[in-house]
């Protein structure tokens, strides 16, 4: 059994049985209603902010382009707001507190930077631009 497999089985079996545990526990503490009212809320504030950031991702991209850089850091900050969006359109607590984590800048860029480092070591790019891969770091 592969690591991509354990992904799998996390991802379509527990993440679902989690989100119902949490749904049915504060459903049970505010009443069915308030809590589908309150995952509808936070659905459309994540919309809201789903658009505003990726707004601004993609102003940042222009600028990038513009200038005749290659926008690394804004390609890899639209893949992580398009991830939130979907998230938050995924009913429940859990995928909308990671998905509303991911639209706040300094946690996208703490995860920016894990991931382009993971991404680098398996391209087999060690050190680049002091430490960094370029276009990619903090």
């Not at 059994?1 to 504060?26: C, D, H, N, Y």
Request: net charge positive.
């Amino acid at each position: 059994m592969g690591p991509m497999v354990g992904v799998l089985v996390v991802l379509f079996l527990l993440v679902p049985l989690a989100e119902l545990f949490v749904i049915i526990q504060v459903g049970q503490a505010f009443g069915a209603l308030n809590t589908i009212a309150l995952l509808i809320i936070v659905s459309a504030v994540g919309a809201w902010l789903v658009k505003r950031e990726g707004m601004s991702v993609w102003r940042r991209f222009q600028r990038q382009v513009e200038s005749g850089s290659v926008p690394g850091k804004e390609i890899a900050d639209g893949v992580m707001i398009l991830f939130a969006g979907a998230l938050l359109m995924t009913p429940g607590f859990l995928t909308d507190l990671l998905g509303i984590s991911l639209l706040i800048p300094p946690v996208r860029a703490v995860v920016r930077g894990a991931v382009m480092r993971k991404a680098a070591r398996r391209a087999g790019i060690f050190r680049i631009d002091g430490g960094r891969v370029d276009g990619f770091g903090g």
